[in-house]
């Protein structure tokens, strides 16, 4: 695993203290969300966390709750298309 993808040194993130992206509250991750709505590198983002399977944190501008949708959807469509 590439714990340090290239696409990472150009995200918004990086202009941002860590805690930004790990909040404990809905105002928090809406803030979070924000900043990686104008991210260059928002889909990298937000595809490496799915694949990695990040269970915390807001990353590329979906939250824990709304990357294991986009996880249980990818699951319905693969076994639909495995039909």
């Known amino acids: 695993m590439n714990t340090n ?20 509250d809905g105002v928090g991750v809406i803030a979070a969300q924000k900043i990686c709505g104008s991210c260059p590198v928002q889909a990298e983002c937000l595809e490496y966390a799915i694949t990695e399977r990040i269970p915390h944190g807001v990353w590329g501008g979906a939250s824990e709750r709304e990357r294991r949708r986009i996880i249980k959807r990818r699951g319905r469509r693969i076994m639909a298309d495995a039909s």
């Open 5 to 24: 993808p290239d696409w990472m040194a150009v995200g918004k993130c990086v202009e941002m203290p860590p805690e930004t992206f790990f909040p404990s």
